[in-house]
């Protein structure tokens, strides 16, 4: 039986991707001051904060804190034991950046924000309007509530390009997300008895305080009772507070992409033997290198041009149309990023599809372009932002594992060939194909890390505690 979402308590964010207010930014606040100032001001925005009740007419506001920014309002470390280490510890430590790849260009000491040796990263405001007359009518108003003295001050302000529904590649976006049970989107593919139907994880994947694709609850903050003596926050069967309820965690990575490079890349490889550029084989290239054409049609199912009337198709599988690679290549970023009915055990079973659901994240991403990021007068790329509850199990193990892996299905030495770094190794993309595969060498590095932190998302009553209810013990 599904778990009724509580989506008057739910963050927008998680609910819909905002696809109809183009224009956004990224405010990354720092505390200035007492923690009892820092939260007067949150208060002052949290009522314009968005919940997942409808969709909002011309504007929208969430608000996610990373450990620190929770420890800065009054949470101190033992209520923080609820948390997951690699939140409580952060992007940046050296931990957490080997095992993402996060060396060399993408080491942390190179960012523009959220790096050991820049400004600190407490709060991010996030702001969606319809308009970029609208958007800059509610950046100003949010400004004036919480960029005030003994307050926050701004670590970054990270701008985005006008939503569209391609990325900075040139590849349409946001077609493969997962579909949340409980939302009307998840009913309607489960009940038409398509292979869309497998795209339906459980909200507690996602979400705190529903049962996970395991079954059970994710692990979550839970304060005791006496914390929460006003009755702000909801209760427990055990009698504690559940400060972790209707909140999700948000990984957040400033990707620069070098459009340049990859456009080169492509030319290099595919000039016909007069040296003349060859502009068909280049596509052919790039779709084969991510899995699907630019117009969205994925390689399994149009493995030789692209197909308008595929251009969002995500009900498809890989063990049985294209187990050996032929038509999609096996290490393509989307094969990667999801592989869906290939994974062990049983590849082409509903065991191997329920693995996979156990490793999806719910993407929030914005394009940005040189309007105002601080990342070059030619800069391009993407504001990464992806929900999951838990960070380790989901984000961390795809980039990991899936993205980053130079064994990946089989492969030796061919990690992602769009978004993995290349850490001084010898990087090939491989095409599988009969009588003989074709190899890409030397790939150079297409994307880098600018920036990022884990951020918890929280319910509307836990953003509501942070603000009004000082926690026993807490800071002042």
């Not at 489960?190 to 994710?218: K, S």
């Not at 003349?276 to 290239?285: E, F, G, K, N, T």
């Not at 493995?303 to 595929?310: F, I, K, N, S, T």
């Amino acid at each position: 039986m599904t778990t009724p979402l509580e989506l008057d308590d739910i963050q927008g964010l998680v609910t819909r991707g905002y696809r109809t207010l183009t224009s956004a930014c990224f405010l990354v606040l720092a505390t200035a001051g007492p923690a009892a100032t820092a939260r007067a001001a949150l208060g002052r925005l949290a009522p314009r904060v968005t919940n997942g009740l409808s969709g909002p007419p011309d504007t929208a506001v969430n608000v996610a804190l990373t450990a620190d920014g929770l420890r800065r309002l009054g949470l101190e470390p033992p209520e923080l034991d609820g948390f997951p280490y690699e939140f409580v510890v952060g992007m940046t430590d050296p931990d957490r950046s080997r095992f993402l790849g996060d060396v060399g260009e993408n080491a942390p000491r190179h960012w523009r924000w959220g790096g050991p040796a820049g400004p600190p990263v407490h709060v991010l405001v996030m702001l969606y309007a319809r308009d970029g007359q609208r958007l800059r009518q509610l950046e100003a108003e949010t400004r004036r509530e919480v960029l005030v003295p003994g307050a926050f001050t701004e670590t970054a302000r990270l701008g985005t390009a006008e939503l569209t529904d391609r990325e900075p590649f040139g590849f349409r976006d946001g077609i493969s997300q997962p579909l949340v049970e409980g939302l009307p989107k998840a009913a309607l593919a489960a009940g038409d008895g398509g292979t869309d139907g497998e795209q339906v994880v459980r909200a507690g994947e996602f979400v705190l305080g529903y049962p996970n694709e395991y079954g059970l609850l994710t692990d979550r903050p839970l304060l005791p009772a006496r914390h929460d003596p006003l009755g702000v926050l909801p209760r427990v069967p055990e009698g504690g507070a559940d400060f972790g309820r209707n909140g999700s965690y948000l990984v957040f990575r400033q990707l620069r992409q070098d459009v340049e490079a990859f456009r080169d890349y492509l030319d290099a490889e595919t000039r016909r033997p007069d040296g003349s550029s060859d502009p068909a084989a280049q596509q052919a290239l790039a779709a084969r290198m991510v899995g699907r054409w630019p117009g969205g049609a994925p390689l399994v199912r149009a493995p030789e041009h692209d197909d308008p009337a595929l251009a969002t198709d995500n009900g498809f599988g890989y063990h049985a149309t294209d187990p050996a690679g032929l038509r999609c290549p096996l290490g393509a970023h989307i094969r990667r990023a999801n592989p869906r009915d290939s994974l062990d055990p049983r590849p082409g079973s509903a065991d191997s599809v329920a693995v996979g659901r156990r490793h999806r994240l719910l993407r929030r991403g914005r394009p940005y372009g040189p309007d105002g990021t601080g990342d070059g007068p030619d800069a391009h790329g993407l504001h990464f932002l992806a929900l999951n509850a838990n960070i380790s199990r989901q984000f961390e193990f795809i980039q990991h594992t899936w993205l980053d892996n130079p064994n990946f299905n089989g492969l030796h030495d061919g990690p992602d060939p769009i978004v993995a770094p290349r850490q001084e190794r010898r990087t090939t993309f491989t095409e599988q194909g009969r009588p003989f595969r074709t190899r890409h060498a030397g790939l150079p590095q297409f994307v880098t890390v600018q920036g990022g932190a884990y951020f918890f998302l929280p319910g509307l009553k836990a953003l509501h505690y942070l603000c009004t209810a000082v926690p026993e013990g807490g800071r002042q």
